[in-house]
């Protein structure tokens, strides 16, 4: 009896020895602020392309296209990608008025995987003057897309 106790408990080790062990979960990719900060600088480089491009709504594709979006210069606010749009359309008709833009001193906080705060400059060079001023912008990752959620700009 005990011999064959023992041939049952070797057979049981031999079953479990040529089992493959469980697999172990993929590890998740470590969280990286360059990558975070490339991401959302590259979202400001198209916008700046589009602009000098005569495109506002280029420029826009840089803004989450909903009524969340929070957009304030001076004392005004305005909510949703749509009035956005038509803000920058009426303030800005045609390429004259748009003139060349370039964003300076650039501050990209990273606050998480999924969100960064932009801190900097804007200036505008137009043929018969060159406006500037600073603005803030908090941007979210959409899916694959950075895009700004807010913005407040002040001249």
């Known amino acids: 009896m005990r011999l064959a106790a023992a041939f049952a408990c070797l057979g049981a080790l031999l079953v479990l020895a040529s089992c493959e062990p469980p697999a172990l979960e993929e590890p998740v990719p470590e969280f990286d602020p360059q990558t975070v900060a490339a991401a959302v600088l590259a979202v400001l480089d198209m916008q700046v392309e589009a602009w000098n491009d005569g495109d506002i709504d280029g420029f826009m594709a ?9 957009f304030t210069s001076g004392s005004e606010v ?5 009035q ?4 920058y359309h009426e303030r800005y008709p045609d390429r004259a008025a748009m003139g060349t833009l370039a964003f300076e001193n650039l501050d990209v906080r990273v606050l998480s995987e999924h969100a960064a705060l932009v801190f900097g400059r804007f200036r505008l ?17 959409h899916g694959e897309q950075w895009l700004i959620v807010a913005d407040h700009t002040s001249q």
């Open 125 to 141: 060079t137009r043929e018969s003057d060159e406006p500037t001023g600073l603005f803030t912008l908090l941007l979210e990752q």
């Open 78 to 82: 305005q909510y949703g990608w749509r």
């Open 84 to 87: 956005t749009r038509q803000r």
């Open 62 to 70: 840089g803004y989450l296209r909903s009524d969340e979006l929070r």
